[in-house]
């Protein structure tokens, strides 16, 4: 029989990991833990848990490790982050992503050599989670910060961590002309469609008729303008090696966003220039949406106009070099 | 006319409207992002304009185009923003366009912090973008008094085709107090006048401009700023004496927020009969100087000056200016969002008296 | 009263930056002089937040208040935070809901609240912040608990106006309380 560990201390509440369950074993407590958050409890018996992972996935916090029914931990939390707790708020996807970028370098091996660059935005203290050498930018300027260190060093692995304001807004300069220069760099784009550590702000990715502190009556594209789609964008270029987006609102998702953060970050290793992921984010703090409310509107609302997949990738290198004319 | 009560940033965005600015080109930024989030609100109640800038360049750079039609308009930011709106500034002032712009200022250098600073006190004076230039600030202590200095950086900037900077920190920003407004409804538009791109049917045509392509050309531009800059100096400065005014033994030069925390300071003390007198310049740019000297000449002949600000070392150039060397200028200061306490200038104040 | 001023600190969303507002408004429609500060930053929840009221009869000087007379705590984080810097016999409200230590300030007058619990019986829990306000406005005396009730009415409104009943007993509720607590002191003084 597998079974789950939940970290009460750490757990903020959110019911991702309710929802991901798919054998509906894990609920809520009466527990409320020292920072004021009702903590889950697995509510199945012992047979039934297979340690699937799938709340360890969803789970934004690190609040779960799993084991399967040989006793064998399907679920480890990564070294690649530190164990500080995240300031990020209940069911905020910010922490998922995080998380992976962390297991991603540890399972390609390259934690050692990584630099990453935080922006301005409610992940500034992603240097206080990732257990690497960071940076620290300016708002939007990340992917200069980014180029300056790949430039001076060959061979570490940069990467920017960066939000929708800060990428798509005030830094659309920036990230526009590190793509086309193809700095071999990894870019990994969180659009949550709105300015989260400023109180939520319309932002550049922001849905039609989506009310926000500065589009209290609902986006207004006659105005503002229709959302950028970045991905695209980025992909009329003719540098960039890879561009993809994938979302992390629910754990089926976020495995397959895994993949594309790993294909990233091993174009990167292998020398080749500039690639991006962009990843549809959850901010139900600013929404005014409960996380699992927050995950189905990025399925609902966000997903047809920011359709998930690779965008663009290097042509396949062919197996054998054709003979030459 | 009743008071209401209102956050700093929300009446300063009121006080705009009323003094007949309805274009707002602004970027969220902690702590004045209710400047933006009232307007976008308020501005089509009056037929205004309001656009979310994707950066402070932008903004900026949108109040130079905006103000080059003559039209009243307005930008707002904190620290990190003015930073990036130094080039635009240059230009604007250089071009003498009419703008207003506010800066609450949070914590620095870098991103530091949001919390409470005057750390942007150099900035504000004599920094931001290249070439001989100024700007009018003026700096509140209030809610209410940033809605009057509001309303005088509109009518300074028409008059004088200066940007005008209104200069607070996060804490008026974020403080709500009583305030009246002092008109009501949207107030005027700018006059009509000689220089904005309006469409030239029926006149010659305008050119809004900085580049001088002849020294000597470039040599009079700068001349003829530095004579509006000094006829501003002559006629705009503003000051506040508070407490003892007649005989003090202890002068304090502090502004803004740091100027009401030096108040109460000298509230509690002269309960023990300590004679303090406090020095509140307003306009930080012209600053008071002669007023300023006035008051250190009300205090005996060795006692000292006690300048209190919340960055480390930056308002002092100009109270020791002030003093032209007659003066010891004792420092109390601190960084980061940390504020001086009303307990620690007392405690500053009894240290230094006699 | 020349002046006083209460500082009320809780977890964000525990409502203590709207119930110093109506008590600032209560307070200007009195005809005093008021300022409300509150602690900002980044806008995350499970944070904690807090507010300083000032209430005078002249202009207020300094805003920032770092000697509290009065202080209302909603969490434990913010009772261990602020109860120690409460000035010499100043006065503290504890939400015992969810403060389970005592404040340790023999000095103090200290009035507890099981604020959630008696909000509840008024109608909603969620109205934990205005029983607190009520237990405070009723021990320190800084202003009416009519002008408190008027300011609730005005607060909520259009939408929200159905909140005003339940809003207002949990006040009530809490003002009551805080009396008692008054007349008990009071009793131990005589005696
Ligand atoms: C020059 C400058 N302008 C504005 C800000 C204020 N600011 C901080 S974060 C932010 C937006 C963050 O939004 P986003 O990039 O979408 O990140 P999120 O918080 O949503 O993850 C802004 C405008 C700043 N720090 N610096
Ligand atoms: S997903 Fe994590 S933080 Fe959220 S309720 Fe489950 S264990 Fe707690
Ligand atoms: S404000 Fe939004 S983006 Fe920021 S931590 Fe909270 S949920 Fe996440
Ligand atoms: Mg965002």
């Known amino acids: 029989m597998g079974y789950i560990r939940i970290e009460r201390a750490v757990c903020k509440g959110c019911g991702r990991c309710i929802i991901a369950c798919p054998k509906d074993l894990i609920e809520f407590s009466e527990e409320i833990n020292e920072r004021g958050y009702q903590v889950v409890t697995y509510k199945g018996s012992p047979e039934e848990c297979g340690g699937c992972t799938l709340c360890a996935v969803a789970c934004p916090d690190l609040g779960i490790e799993t084991w399967n029914n040989r006793g064998k931990q399907t679920f480890t939390v990564t070294t690649g982050l530190t164990e500080k707790m995240t300031h990020y708020c209940p069911g905020c996807t910010h922490g998922v992503v995080h998380r992976i970028v962390a297991e991603v370098l540890n399972e390609l091996g390259l934690i050692g050599r990584a630099i990453g660059v935080a922006p301005v935005g409610c992940s500034v203290l992603a240097y206080e989670y990732f257990n690497f050498d960071m940076f620290e930018a300016a708002h939007g300027r990340a992917p200069a910060v980014a180029t300056g260190a790949k430039r001076a060093r060959p061979d570490t692995i940069v990467f920017t961590y960066q939000g929708d304001g800060d990428l798509a807004s005030i830094g659309g300069n920036e990230i526009l002309h590190t793509a086309n220069r193809g700095e071999k760099i990894t870019v990994i784009f969180l659009n949550n469609a709105i300015y989260g550590m400023t109180g939520g702000q319309m932002a550049p990715t922001t849905m039609p008729g989506q009310r926000t502190t500065t589009s209290p009556f609902g986006r207004d594209v006659e105005d503002t303008g229709m959302p950028i789609k970045v991905a695209e964008l980025l992909s009329s270029l003719t540098t960039p090696a890879y561009i993809a987006r994938g979302s992390a609102h629910d754990s089926k998702h976020s495995v397959r966003l895994k993949k594309m953060i790993k294909t990233a970050f091993q174009h990167q290793a292998d020398g080749r220039c500039f690639s991006f992921v962009e990843v549809l984010s959850t901010c139900p703090t600013n929404w005014g949406l409960s996380p699992n409310e927050a995950s189905a509107w990025v399925a609902d609302a966000m997903m047809d106009y920011y359709p998930l997949g690779v965008i663009k990738e290097p042509a396949k290198e062919p197996a054998t070099a054709p003979a030459k004319a | 006319?009743?008071?209401?009560?209102?956050?700093?940033?929300?009446?300063?965005?009121?006080?705009?409207?009323?003094?007949?600015?309805?274009?707002?080109?602004?970027?969220?930024?902690?702590?004045?992002?209710?400047?933006?989030?009232?307007?976008?609100?308020?501005?089509?109640?009056?037929?205004?304009?309001?656009?979310?800038?994707?950066?402070?360049?932008?903004?900026?750079?949108?109040?130079?185009?905006?103000?080059?039609?003559?039209?009243?308009?307005?930008?707002?930011?904190?620290?990190?923003?003015?930073?990036?709106?130094?080039?635009?500034?240059?230009?604007i002032a250089a071009c003498e366009l009419p703008c207003v712009l506010i800066n609450i200022m949070r914590a620095g250098p870098g991103l530091g912090g949001i919390l409470p600073a005057q750390s942007d006190y150099h900035q504000a004076t004599r920094g931001h973008g290249h070439g001989d230039y100024q700007l009018i600030v003026l700096a509140p202590a209030s809610v209410q008094e940033a809605v009057d200095l509001m309303t005088l950086a509109f009518e300074l900037s028409e008059t004088y085709r200066n940007p005008v900077m209104v200069c607070a920190d996060g804490m008026i920003g974020q403080m709500m107090e009583p305030v009246e407004f002092p008109t009501e409804g949207r107030g005027e538009p700018m006059a009509d006048n000689d220089w904005a791109l309006t469409g030239s049917e029926g006149r010659e045509r305008r050119i809004v401009n900085s580049l001088y392509l002849s020294p000597e050309d470039l040599d009079a531009h700068n001349r003829k700023l530095k004579a509006k800059y000094d006829l501003i100096a002559e006629k705009e400065v503003r000051h506040e004496l508070y407490g003892e005014t007649e005989s003090p033994d202890l002068l304090l030069v502090a502004f803004g927020t740091m100027a009401r925390i030096c108040k109460s300071a000298i509230d509690d003390l002269q309960a023990g009969g300590a004679k303090v007198a406090l020095f509140r310049p307003i306009t930080l740019k012209p600053w008071p100087y002669a007023a300023c000297r006035e008051a250190m000449d009300l205090l005996p002949a060795d006692a000292p000056v006690l300048n209190v600000e919340m960055s480390m070392g930056q308002l002092i150039d100009d109270v020791r200016l002030a003093g032209e060397g007659s003066r010891r200028v004792e420092f109390l200061g601190a960084a980061g969002g940390v504020v001086p306490t009303p307990e620690q200038v007392a405690a500053k104040i009894r240290e230094l008296l006699p | 009263m020349e002046s006083t001023n209460v500082l009320m600190a809780g977890f964000g969303g525990q409502g203590m930056l709207l119930a110093g507002k109506v008590l600032a408004h209560a307070a200007m429609a009195e005809g005093k002089e008021v300022s409300w500060l509150p602690s900002y930053g980044p806008e995350m929840r499970g944070g904690t937040a807090n507010v300083t009221v000032c209430v005078a009869a002249r202009p207020i000087a300094s805003p920032l208040i770092t000697t509290p007379q009065a202080l209302m705590v909603m969490n434990l984080p913010s009772l261990e935070k602020f109860a120690p810097k409460v000035m010499e016999g100043g006065l503290i409200v504890v939400n015992t809901s969810l403060v389970h230590r005592d404040p340790k300030r023999e000095d103090c007058t200290v009035v507890k609240v099981d604020a959630r619990h008696v909000a509840g019986l008024a109608g909603t829990e969620r109205a934990a912040n205005f029983v607190m306000l009520g237990a405070y406005v009723a021990a320190s005396g800084v202003v009416a608990p009519e002008s408190v009730e008027r300011e609730i009415e005005n607060e909520f409104t259009g939408r929200k106006a159905k909140h005003v009943p339940a809003n207002i007993a949990a006040f009530r509720a809490g003002v009551d309380a805080g009396r008692d607590v008054q007349e008990t002191a009071a009793q131990e003084q005589d005696a």
Do not use: D, W
Request: aromatic fraction near 8%.
């Open chain 2, 1 to 91: 006319m009743t008071k209401v009560l209102m956050k700093g940033n929300e009446a300063l965005g009121e006080a705009a409207i009323r003094a007949g600015c309805v274009h707002f080109f602004g970027y969220p930024i902690t702590p004045q992002t209710e400047v933006p989030e009232y307007l976008v609100k308020r501005l089509p109640e009056v037929g205004g304009t309001f656009v979310q800038a994707e950066s402070e360049i932008a903004s900026i750079n949108m109040i130079y185009g905006a103000a080059g039609t003559g039209v009243k308009c307005l930008t707002s930011s904190s620290s990190p923003g003015i930073s990036l709106m130094a080039e635009g500034l240059s230009y």
